[in-house]
């Protein structure tokens, strides 16, 4: 039964390329309009290629050459820290006509920026983007302050045909987060202390139930794990790529 189903799942929603550009691994996801590419670049960067457009999310220059990668017609800034917002990357996969969709506290620092806050919805060169909470509940400074407060940072939900794609950000599993529905492909972080444990992310899996998972920006923590928690939740499946 596991095996028809992940069968399934590959038919429907496409599975691993290979390496692409760089080295750097790839999945192509089928949707009703086309292919989705995903470029895994690591860390929490990724490379989405749709419809002829390209998508960079969290352009981290310290990952690789963007010189060698596409310039983007747009680009999706999660929050604040600078191996999120990088200004040098930024500036490299930038254009004159690249939309830079970002939270409310990264707007001084990037001219032109689109601002999205945290609920809010809007369609962008044709993609529909929908920004989601992304915060801490449990991890927290020294000092007592969460790593990522409530309202700064935010996750997307970005639609491509008839495929929702979830990027989290820099996250916990909370209450929004666990609100969501028809999530075809998630990407969750489990870069400790910072984000979420293994556990954290089973937790909100088994949950809003994701069809393809993702664990990215996962640092040193094992990815491993979250197959082993999540082995008695076929709904999702669990995909290990080069993310660290």
């Keep these: ?129 929908e920004a989601v909470p992304a915060y801490n509940l449990v991890h927290k400074r020294d000092s007592g302050r969460v790593f990522h407060p409530k309202g700064e940072g935010n996750g997307y939900v970005l639609t491509f045909g008839d495929k929702r794609i979830y990027v989290a950000g820099d996250t916990e599993n909370t209450p929004e987060m666990k609100l969501l529905q028809q999530i075809d492909c998630a990407f969750l972080p489990m870069n400790l202390p910072y984000t979420m444990t293994p556990e954290m992310v089973a937790d909100a899996a088994r949950v809003f139930k994701p069809k393809i998972l993702y664990p990215y920006h996962f640092g040193d923590t094992d990815p491993a794990k979250l197959k082993e928690l999540l082995a008695g939740t076929p709904d999702v499946e669990v995909r290990i790529r080069r993310m660290k």
């Design 1 to 129: 039964m596991k095996m028809e189903m992940a069968i399934m799942a590959m038919m429907l929603f496409g599975g691993m390329t290979g390496l692409g550009q760089e080295g750097l691994e790839k999945d192509v996801l089928k949707t009703s309009a086309g292919d989705l590419e995903i470029t895994f670049v690591g860390h929490g960067s990724l490379l989405l290629a749709f419809g002829g457009k390209t998508l960079h999310v969290d352009p981290y220059s310290r990952l690789t050459d963007y010189t060698k990668l596409p310039k983007a017609e747009l680009v999706l800034i999660t929050h604040d820290h600078p191996d999120h917002l990088d200004a040098a990357a930024l500036r490299i996969v930038q254009t004159s006509n690249t939309v830079v969709v970002l939270p409310p506290i990264c707007a001084e620092r990037v001219t032109g920026g689109t601002v999205m806050t945290n609920g809010e919805v809007r369609t962008m060169l044709g993609i529909k983007v």
